[in-house]
């Protein structure tokens, strides 16, 4: 056993190593904050950098938050190797000055130092790299640094909207959120994030986008004419979803940022019509905070506070989507618009 | 008795009259509504099972028999679910003033099981400051 603020020293010892020439860097503004990328190894850069394609790219300057990249054909130089019980998958220290997640059977590391605001990401074999790896890279490092910012949090949901609002989408994986923020690509609602995205919060809450990725599964894809086509170009993970990064096929589609106007749970119904009705904070709360916390381990009490509040803050609604998500979007347009009320939701017509 | 929260495993909040409470280790989360959520503010403030009932019967003493009992099961329940842990009620002093916002009403604890599978399919190890487990080191 070590100490696991010199397991992270010798990680960091390991990149140093492994970007002793140094490789490709990236310098990417998130919620107003500078992130940077290092990478030891052009070929990680590649499988990494599309996600972050739609964010505002910045010359070499101070970052906010940097993130050290390697793996092991980074210069040839060995990892330290760390292992665990029988029938565990992975190990984390989540309470302390340093933050690790190892993962053991990958082998993959994702480490943050919050007083250096320091990040170590290693993956053994960039051609093994998952492919939800590359659609959300650094989550855990992400909701790490946030977790230490006043008024940042970050949360499992889609977002979509306008410069002007949005909403964010809410539920567990399969809720479908994802097939209704992907079904807005070409509407009057831009894209911000399918799955993950961050929150600034504080009176006038916003969202920022993190990952400009999108997936869906073959049933998601049959609702989305507009992106299936590049959906089955790309290759199907073992959950059978495809990976696309919507930058590359609607780059207009894609917003950076917008104001918080509501949050909305989707829900799956037979049929083609939607409706929307309201949902309690606390049905609210209840379909965000567990997805959110259980995925991403490290400040729970503090962002349930955060999740809490915001749900407390905004209108929240129960969306119902049939087999046409686009049909969705006026009732969406609605909400956003602060229009909605639960007697004109009630008496609109569903687009065709 | 008095209980305070298993506050290494869980998180709650209440909000409009109900408690939301996620125990992190099992992925299980919980409702609780009715008096449930008074309770559970009760128990978090340090007052014994006692104390809330007297506090819940609002000087109707026809009442209070049922309102010990139904407050003691509840508390019970907590206590299995693993959300609180019972504490020495010699030593312990209700930490904040408490108040029940609303008459007593069954307490009703609503148990959801739907995100464990993410625990379950990904089971993780808390390394605790005792250290990381190291198997071998660079160069080796």
């Not at chain 1, 490789?23 to 990478?39: C, D, N, Q, S, T």
């Not at chain 1, 993950?196 to 919060?201: A, K, Q, S």
């Not at chain 1, 290759?235 to 950076?256: T, W, Y």
């Not at chain 2, 299995?80 to 842990?85: K, P």
Request: glycine share 8%; proline share 5%.
């Amino acid at each position: 056993m070590i100490d696991p603020a010199i397991a992270f020293a010798m990680a960091e010892q390991a990149f140093q190593a492994a970007n002793a020439r140094p490789g490709p860097e990236a310098y990417f503004r998130i919620a107003g904050k500078v992130m940077a990328l290092k990478f030891a190894d052009a070929a990680l850069a590649t499988k990494l950098l599309p996600a972050f394609a739609h964010l505002e790219a910045l010359e070499q300057t101070t970052a906010d938050l940097t993130i050290c990249c390697w793996n092991d054909f980074s210069n040839g130089v060995e990892m330290p190797e760390w292992t665990g019980e029988a029938g565990v998958h992975g190990l984390q220290y989540i309470d302390g000055p340093v933050r690790m997640a190892w993962e053991i059977e990958q082998r993959s590391l994702q480490a943050y130092d919050p007083n250096r605001r320091l990040a170590l990401f290693y993956t053994p074999n960039v051609s093994e790299l998952a492919t939800w790896e590359q659609g959300a890279p650094f989550r855990q490092i992400l909701h790490w640094w946030s977790a230490g910012l006043l008024g940042l949090q970050l949360v499992h949901g889609a977002a979509v909207g306008t410069e002007e609002g949005g909403v964010l989408l809410i539920g567990r994986s399969g809720a479908g959120k994802s097939t209704q923020a992907l079904a807005c690509v070409g509407s009057q609602l831009g894209y911000a994030a399918d799955d993950y995205c961050l929150l600034e919060l504080g009176p006038a809450p916003r969202v920022h986008s993190l990952y400009g990725s999108g997936k869906a599964n073959e049933a998601s894809i049959a609702m989305l004419p507009r992106l299936a086509e590049a959906f089955r170009a790309s290759p199907i993970d073992q959950q059978g979803k495809s990976v696309i990064f919507i930058a590359e096929h609607a780059p207009e589609a894609m917003l950076r940022s917008f104001p918080l106007r509501a949050i909305v749970l989707p829900e799956i119904v037979s049929g083609s019509s939607c409706r929307a009705e309201v949902l309690s904070t606390g049905e609210a709360l209840r379909a965000v905070a567990p997805s959110t916390l259980l995925q991403l381990p490290g400040d729970r009490a503090q962002s349930l506070a955060r999740l809490s509040s915001l749900v407390r803050r905004l209108p929240c609604w129960r969306l119902y989507v049939g087999n046409n998500p686009r049909a969705a979007q006026p009732i969406l347009e609605a909400i956003i618009a602060s229009e909605a009320t639960q007697e004109s939701l009630s008496a609109m017509k569903p687009a065709s | 008795m008095r209980y305070q929260l298993n506050d290494h495993d869980v998180v709650s909040e209440v909000l409009d009259g109900e408690a939301i409470v996620i125990h992190l280790k099992s992925g299980t989360y919980y409702s609780m509504l009715a008096s449930g959520a008074d309770i559970w503010n009760g128990l978090l403030a340090g007052f014994s099972v006692d104390e809330i009932a007297s506090r819940l019967t609002r000087g109707v003493d026809s009442e209070r028999a049922r309102i010990v009992d139904e407050t003691t099961k509840f508390a019970s329940e907590l206590v299995s679910e693993g959300l609180i842990i019972a504490i020495d009620a010699d030593t312990a002093r209700p930490l904040d003033d408490f108040e029940p916002a609303a008459e007593f009403k069954t307490p009703e604890l609503q148990k959801y099981t739907d995100m464990q599978e993410l625990l379950l399919v990904d089971p993780i190890h808390e390394v605790t400051d005792a250290g990381w487990p190291l198997r071998d080191t660079i160069g080796k």
